[in-house]
Every structure is written in structure tokens, then in C-alpha cells.
């Protein structure tokens, strides 16, 4: 379970001369062991912090409040992996999961080498709490090692384990379309072709999945993107839905553009130009290509068509994020590789009128592209 | 909006001496400023940090990062309310919020009147990222004063404001449970149950809510908690809701167990138990009533009737977290006070057979207690 992740990890780091790191982003969690938690309505509410990894220079050790525990046990049967916990929810005493956390650190420190062994500690700096790292700074009688990005690159090119993971989430969003297709109608209101949506994905999932990320009308003036609320379609009312699914801690993503009642001209005709610039985009993909090379002739075929250029990214990489490297956008000098998973979401947008946004995901391969999304982006 | 908190906190951070200080837990976040966030798919994903309150001795700013402007407006209408964004999507460049923060900060210190007026600032510490607290720590040439749960009985008694907050939000969980009530049936899986819940929520309301707790069937092991997912009902079994909305950053909480065909004669009896020890409780509810007085009568009330006294607490507050002060647990030594908002939930379990959870919410007032939830706790 994501040993190739942890041994690209383990190589930067030591190439670095980090004796030892502690990574709390979600995202590097996720991405070094595997362990996603269950969707949450936010922070773990008797952790002391999220859950961190611990790197002693020589193997990974989740560490996560025994509320975790069985959602974490998975990694600890990988021949590399360890999960330890520490105690959250009690009725004994008050809650104090931080003072837990902090005494297993500091056991896990100790177990480690401590000072005699340890220099330089890399850390997470935006993303581990203060008090963790002020536990360490003492300890080390100085500060730490920033490493906040540094796993960002090494999380470009996916594996196969990571590619099947996508694959599975992209059919939700697949299936999360064809519902909204269905929903969609005079009357409906953005939040009705939501929970169609999300209702199809967790009956087929057979288990709660957290969604964004858009699905607004385009007579309101942020027809771009929004969370769906309280406003119904009118007749000719088009509405773009950006679906992003997150499953086992790995995100998809996807949008379409559909309409009630009768298709303008104008949106017919930018219907048409979106779609042709999504092709033109999918025709790029390929080993070598420059992402600020592809932003480029998408943005250039819709202002040579003689419409107004989309102010967002053409396109953008997924993973454990929604929204990672490599960017597709003007100042993009990343070069694609086999084993990217990338999206491509060119649009036109009137506001307060209409929009256009299509959006699919693809698989860089040996000698261009595979794509991963299926969902129906016709017009009625 | 939200006045009365701010001015809680100013006096207890001045009658500690603390000169300045920044709040980093969403829990503080919201009840001090009012903003909760838009339910999200978790961490902004373009925020430096999440979002923060700076209180330079005397006003409170709220920082947040510019994709989150349009929801934090409101408190900057507040009379000593003011917003301060930075910059975080952008296409021109890599996102770097951390950075955009950082000087952000750098300006509010300045502000302040820096280490001339500013000798000691307190810091949320396992809330705030290490980052920040690195870059104050280096201003003020030493440590921080750790403010983590100071804010928690300050938040005890809620305003009259809060008090229609969650109002509000118990309207919520009645219609899920009248939908989950209709959706239990023989074949029904606990995530179909958890939608019919979940769609009549977010219908009503006219947006996303997210929700909390428990959807799970008798037979499960795990029978007294955890998320739903593909188990089926059979005939005779329960299936224990326990529901929470988030509405405005406010939580709700309420449980009730349904039966699936017929029901056996072991949960008709520990129903009424766990009926008559709900009510045994509410009628203990008053000013003045100590926690742990309550706590041991309600176990001792299904000790006495021979069945096994429920592991988790009696009950606990609930405000801008689903799980706060004052907590009805044994060792509780909180005494009731009008304003506050305390859960009732007693149960009884037979772990990997059935179980019965009954649950209410009551605001404290005067002279005894007003129950905020209405729905229909009744065996078929």
C-alpha cells in the first residue's frame, strides 16, 4: 500500500539531509500511507491534531486519535507501514487529546535517537499545528525545516495503485451526471439537481462521499462557480455542473453544461466552441507536451472565435487534491509525463446571462492520452 | 452580530494580561465572529491557513483568504467587525497563500504597535499552523501564551442570538428524521436511509448542510455508532439515526431508533427504558442542576431496571462544535445555568443484535427546561 510513494518520499528527504519529518497536511498523509478518513463534517472532534506521519529516517508511522484506529489499520499490515493512536473521547476525565498526542511524540522522538542522532527535522509548517512544533523546536534547540511543498512534484506522475483509485471515483462521476442530466428541467432548483447527483453517487458507492464543487445557474452573477442553493431554473436557463468525488482520499472531477427548455443560439454556439476546444485540448496530450503551451492554444481558439477568454486555469492535475501539478495555465512550464491524470475545463461565460464549462479528465500515456471521464456533455 | 462573545473574550484575555492574540480554531472562529464557513470538501483549497481572528487589544479581524471574501462579508458590517483577505487562486503565478498571509500578518503587527505595545500574545496553538506561530514567536523573541481552550466555558451560556441559530438548525433534524422514519423498511441499507434523511434536509433548507452522526443497523458490531453504509435491513432489526445538521456554523444533534417489521419484545422493553431515562432526565434539567448528579441517576436508573448502562456520555452541549461543555459524564462538575443547550441521550446496547438510543435537545431557562427537538421517537 503506497510503498512507491514512500520510497520517492524517502529519497528526497535523504538527498536533503533531513535526519527525520513530520508531515500533517492531509494530502501528504493520504499520499504516504494510504489512509484516507472517513468523510468527516470536519476535524476529527477529539483529536488532538490531525492525523500526522511521523518519518524517524527510516519508516513511516501513522499517528492518528484511536477514533481512527480501524479507518487507519490498513496501513499497518503494509510490511513498511506502523499506526500508533493515542486517546481521544474518554468519559473519565476531560477531553485532552492534544496532551496524548504530545506524550507519544514525545516517546516516538526519544525511540528515534533523539538529538543524538536527529539534526535536521523537516516539517509541514503550514499544516502541523503550533504547539507540535514548538515540542519539536525545543527538542532540537532550534527551528526546523520547511518542507511544505516538497512532496507536491513527487506526487505528479500517479501509480498504478493511485490510477486504479482515480478510475474507480471518475465512474462516480460518470454516474453522478447522468442523474443531474435526468434532474434537470424548468422548475428545478440548483440544490434539487445537487442532491439528485449526490444521491445516485452514494446509493451506487453504498456509503457517504464528499462532493463539490459547482453547480449554479447562469443568470446569477457568479455563474462561473458556486455550491448549489435555492435558485430554480426558468425556461432557456442554462446550468453548469462541476462534479468533483472524493473516494478512499483521492479526488475526481468533471463538469457539463446543461440546459432547460429550449438551447438559445448564443448558448448552442458556444456549446459548439467549447467542445471543439476541449478536443483540441484532448489532441495535445501527450509525453513532452508543455502545459503553458497547451493553456496558450486553448485560450487563443476561443479569442479567435471572438469570444471572451475563460479568466480561470485551462486545466489542472488531481490526486489527493482536487486541484494540483501540474497546472495548465499561462505561466505552466511542467512537461507531461506517462502516468499524469489531468483535467481539461475550457468555458465561455456570459454573467448574469449564460456560461458554457466542459470539463474531462485524462491519463497521459506512452504516446498521448486516455480519457477517464464518460459522462454525456451533448446539449438536448 | 456576535457582539456579546467578543466582548467575553476581551475580558477574560485583558483580566490575563494578554496584550494581543490569534484564534485558529474554527470553533473560535465562528463564535467570535459569527463566519462559518461554506461547507466545504474540507480546507480551502487555495488558504494559506485556515481561516484566523486577530485581536490587537482591542479589535477583532477576521483573515481569510480571498475565495472566502464573499462569506465573510457579513462581520465586516459588524460596528467593530472588519475583514481582511489575501490572496490565494490565482493563474499568474504558483498559488502561494502561506506567503500572502505571512505579510498580511507582518502589516497587522506593525499595526499593533509591535514589541513597544505587544509583550504577550496569545496563540491557539493546536489550531494555529506552526508557520504562524514560528513567525510570531520570532517577533516577540520568545514564546506564546497558550489560549487553546480558554474560550470554552466562556461559550457555555449562549446568547439570545445563538439560541436562533439552533433553533433554527433542530427545525432540520425533525424532517430527517420524519424521512428516515418513512425510509426504514425490510431491504432498505442504512446509506439509503442516510439520503432520505440527507435530500430532506438539504431540500428544505435550499442548500448544502453538512451532517453528522450515526445511521447503523443492530446487527452491526459496531451497533452504537458510525457512518452508514451498504448493510441492509432484515426483518426485526433496529437501526439507530443519530443526526446532526450544521447550519451557519451552529450544530444540531437528536437520535431516534426505528424498527424494521416487527418489533421484538426485548426492544419494545429497553425502549421504554431508555424512554423513561430521557425523561428522567429532562425532568432533572433546571438552574442550579450539577452534571454529574444527572449523568449518575440516568445510569443508575438502567441499572436498576437490569440492563447494561450505556458506555458514552449522558449527554453534552452543543453550540459552534457538536460536542462541548458542559459534558453530562460522571466525573461532571459543571452546574446547569439558564441559556445553555444540553443533549440528552441515554441508551441501551446488545452489541451485534439490537440496541435502543433516544436523544433530545433542551435549552436551560428559568425554572427548568425547554425541549428544542419534536421528532417522533415512537416504536411502529
Redesign the interface.
Given at each position: 500500500m503506497h510503498e512507491e510513494q514512500r520510497r520517492r518520499a524517502t529519497a528526497l528527504l535523504q538527498s536533503r539531509q533531513i535526519d527525520a519529518a513530520l508531515f500533517a497536511s492531509?494530502a501528504s498523509v493520504t499520499w504516504l500511507t494510504g489512509f484516507a478518513p472517513?468523510?468527516?463534517?470536519?476535524?476529527h472532534?477529539f483529536a488532538?491534531?490531525p492525523p500526522l506521519v511521523w518519518w524517524d529516517g527510516e519508516r513511516f508511522t501513522l499517528l492518528v486519535v484511536d477514533g481512527l484506529a480501524a479507518a487507519a489499520a490498513p496501513f499497518a499490515t503494509a510490511s513498511d507501514g506502523r499506526v500508533l493512536t493515542y486517546l481521544g473521547y474518554t468519559?473519565?476525565?476531560?477531553i485532552d487529546g492534544?496532551r496524548h498526542l504530545r506524550m507519544l511524540l514525545e516517546s516516538l522522538w526519544a525511540e528515534a535517537g533523539g538529538v543524538r542522532r536527529i539534526r535536521r527535522v523537516g516539517?509541514e509548517?503550514?499544516?502541523?499545528?503550533?504547539?507540535?512544533?514548538?515540542v519539536l523546536a525545543a527538542k532540537i534547540g532550534g527551528?526546523?525545516v520547511?518542507i511544505?511543498h516538497w512532496l507536491h512534484l513527487l506526487r505528479m506522475v500517479k501509480t498504478d495503485e493511485e490510477v486504479a483509485k482515480l478510475r474507480a471515483n471518475f465512474r462516480l462521476t460518470d454516474i453522478a451526471h447522468a442523474a443531474a442530466r435526468r434532474a434537470v428541467g424548468v422548475g428545478a432548483?440548483e440544490?434539487?439537481v445537487?442532491?439528485a447527483a449526490r444521491?445516485a453517487v452514494?446509493?451506487a458507492a453504498?456509503?457517504?462521499v464528499?462532493?463539490?464543487n459547482d453547480c449554479v445557474v447562469g443568470y446569477r452573477q457568479e455563474n462561473i462557480g458556486g455550491?448549489?442553493?435555492?435558485y430554480a431554473l426558468r425556461p432557456g436557463d442554462s446550468l453548469i455542473v462541476d462534479l468533483?468525488t472524493?473516494l478512499h482520499g483521492y479526488w475526481s472531477d468533471s463538469c457539463a453544461t446543461y440546459v432547460a427548455g429550449e438551447v438559445s443560439a448564443r448558448q448552442q454556439a458556444i456549446h459548439t466552441i467549447v467542445s471543439q476546444a476541449l478536443a483540441l485540448g484532448a489532441s495535445l496530450l501527450r509525453p513532452g507536451a508543455v502545459t503553458g503551451d497547451i493553456d496558450r492554444r486553448l485560450r487563443q481558439f476561443i479569442a479567435d472565435a471572438g469570444y471572451p477568454v475563460y479568466?480561470?486555469?485551462t486545466g489542472h492535475g488531481v490526486g489527493v487534491?482536487?486541484?494540483e501539478a501540474p497546472?495548465i495555465?499561462?505561466?505552466g512550464q511542467d512537461v507531461l509525463a506517462p502516468g499524469m491524470v489531468i483535467l481539461l475545463e475550457p468555458g465561455i461565460y456570459f454573467p448574469g446571462e449564460t456560461g458554457v464549462r466542459l470539463e474531462d479528465a485524462f491519463l497521459i500515456t506512452d504516446d498521448g492520452a486516455l480519457q477517464l471521464t464518460t459522462h454525456d456533455k451533448a446539449l438536448p
Open positions: 492531509p472517513p468523510p468527516q463534517t470536519g476535524p472532534p488532538g491534531a468519559i473519565d476525565a476531560p492534544a516539517v509548517g503550514w499544516a502541523l499545528p503550533a504547539a507540535v512544533g514548538g527551528d526546523w520547511t511544505d432548483r440544490i434539487d445537487w442532491l444521491s452514494e446509493a453504498g456509503q457517504r464528499p462532493m463539490g455550491w448549489p442553493l435555492d468533483s472524493i479568466p480561470h486555469h487534491t482536487g486541484h497546472r495555465v499561462p505561466y
